[in-house]
């Protein structure tokens, strides 16, 4: 009995002195995300105290000549030239009260960057495009990827 006590005791006090990484308010959104239709994989990382991303995986990188597939319709001419793919779709947002604010989202389909709002809804994360006034917007739910 005494010898088990002791283990009992040994396991315990190894187990209770192991660090537990606590994860900071704002930073349950880091890590990979499948875009509402799940065309793309977004990377949600940190750069310094601000929250941005980027895609790094598209079902489609090439088109049908070979050619990585380029940001076409981005207004600055220079950024037509470079691919979607590791194109930084999100930036600027800051953690607030339950939700990631004051930043933007660049939509490659039609090259127009829009104000955007960001939350977590039941491990979900709820991205909310708008102009001027979060009423008129649009708001697509972002799954989490393994």
Known sequence: MKYLFLSLYSVAFLF?????????????ILGLWWTDDKRAKIEIYKKGEEYAG???WLYRTKDDNGNPILDDKNPDEELRKK??????????????KGKWV???IYDPDNGKTYDCVMKLKKGKLEVRGYIGFTMFGRTVVWTKAS
Request: net charge negative; proline share 9%.
């Open 16 to 28: 209770g002195s192991v660090p537990v990484e606590e994860v900071k308010p704002g930073d349950e």
């Open 54 to 56: 980027k895609i790094v």
């Open 83 to 96: 691919p979607i793919l590791g194109l930084n779709l999100v930036s600027g947002f800051v953690y607030e």
């Open 102 to 104: 004051d930043g933007s």
